[in-house]
């Protein structure tokens, strides 16, 4: 199990950082991706990832004059990609809105496989602190923007 509990969380990171450090998205400024395991290890090693960055790019690989933390949401922005809501855990979740902003983040199944939960959103659901329009970005408003769609289908 430990491919899936601690392997799998730390490759998404490593495809966010290598999207990031390669240039994808300010080569493909419309491009809008994904990722699942609500971005893996990213979230919790954005502070290295970026010192990395900043202090030692001849290590990163960098192709790209953009800082990993610009691709975050802010104040006035939601994060330039997206991540699945996937995280087993409501305060990992409230990190994933503090990084990426409600309209970045995906209901996440982990369908068809064993680590998902055994009801999709229910977790979201129960997290008092969510506001309704919070709610209705992760459970299905986010997911209808990746898409391109402006409401659900009749």
């Known amino acids: 199990w430990l491919p899936w509990l601690v392997g799998m969380p ?3 990171s490593r495809a966010i950082c290598s999207v990031i450090f390669g240039g994808v998205l300010e080569r493909l400024p419309h491009l809008k991706i994904g990722f699942a395991h609500g971005g893996g290890s990213f979230p919790g090693t954005i502070g290295r990832i970026e010192h990395g960055y900043n202090v030692r790019p001849d290590l990163c690989s960098i192709d ?3 800082n990993p933390r610009q691709y975050l949401a802010t104040e006035t922005h939601p994060a330039k990609f997206y991540v699945d809501s996937l995280v087993h855990d409501p305060s990992a979740l409230e990190r994933l809105l503090t990084l990426f902003g409600s309209q970045r983040i995906m209901l996440g199944s982990d369908y068809p496989f064993p680590l998902g939960e055994a009801e999709p959103g229910a977790m979201i659901e129960t997290m008092q602190s969510l506001s309704a329009e919070i709610r209705d970005n992760l459970l299905y408003k986010s997911a209808l923007d990746f898409l ?5 289908p009749e």
Do not use: F
């Open 64 to 66: 790209n004059p953009v």
């Open 10 to 12: 730390a490759e998404t």
């Open 148 to 152: 391109g769609l402006s409401s659900l």
